[in-house]
């Protein structure tokens, strides 16, 4: 990885990164009874990133940039066959994104993503990937060692083709989705938790017919030593 700085002020950063990437296949991906492929690739990348950072005030920074990734052998699944395939995409767009803490145990981080992928053989986007989604992280902490943190995603401008012409889109519903944690540090490296996926249960599908799981609570222990 290749990063360079410039300060234009004393609280505006300008930025630029380079990243070459690689990564392997899951054990899902390989070996998983339906959609599993053994012959799965490596995907390797090429990232570029340039932007600004600004400090508005000492508790509060914005963030902007472009991006461009070149990917060679992404993973994803194919709709048509429902086995998981090696392809090649393009991936441009932009994230705006802040910070915000009003107060020392209360923090805010909204953020916007505009992310347009497509193959680039033959120019058609990559089904199911929103080209914007909203973000909006809280996280507040009552007292010393317990956290409450909730998220949303709103995506929108989703589509899929068809599966006898891709160049034909079908638009797909926009969608939010909720999430939810409490965390609580005991000490002596121990901590608690609580979370909760898909909050408010809303019902959306990843894939035209495969709906998403609805409203999942998890709880458990951990231990750092």
Do not use: C
Not at 16 to 45: C, H, M, W
Not at 68 to 96: A, E, H, K, P, Y
Not at 130 to 145: D, F, K
């Amino acid at each position: 990885m290749t990063s360079v700085g410039y300060d234009l002020t004393s609280d505006l950063l300008a930025f630029g990164t380079y990243a070459r990437k690689v990564r392997f296949p899951t054990i899902d991906q390989l070996f998983n009874p339906q959609q599993g492929n053994v012959t799965l690739r490596p995907e390797q990348s090429n990232n570029y990133e340039a932007g600004l950072a600004w400090s508005v005030a000492p508790k509060a920074q914005l963030r902007a940039s472009a991006f461009r990734n070149d990917v060679s052998n992404f993973i994803l699944n194919d709709q048509l066959n429902q086995v998981f395939v090696n392809r090649d995409v393009n991936i441009t767009g932009f994230q705006v994104s802040g910070s915000f803490s009003p107060l020392p145990t209360l923090m805010f981080r909204p953020g916007y993503t505009y992310l347009d992928m497509r193959y680039p053989s033959s120019g058609f986007p990559v089904d199911y990937r929103p080209r914007q989604v909203v973000n909006l992280l809280v996280a507040y902490e009552p007292s010393p060692g317990l956290q409450v943190s909730s998220d949303l995603s709103y995506f929108m401008d989703q589509s899929v083709g068809s599966r006898s012409n891709a160049a034909v889109r079908q638009t797909l519903p926009e969608y939010a989705v909720v999430n939810a944690r409490i965390h609580q540090n005991f000490g002596n490296g121990v901590s608690g938790y609580v979370r909760a996926t898909n909050l408010f249960n809303s019902v959306y599908e990843y894939a035209v017919g495969f709906p998403a799981a609805g409203r999942t609570v998890y709880a458990g222990l951990e231990y750092r030593f």
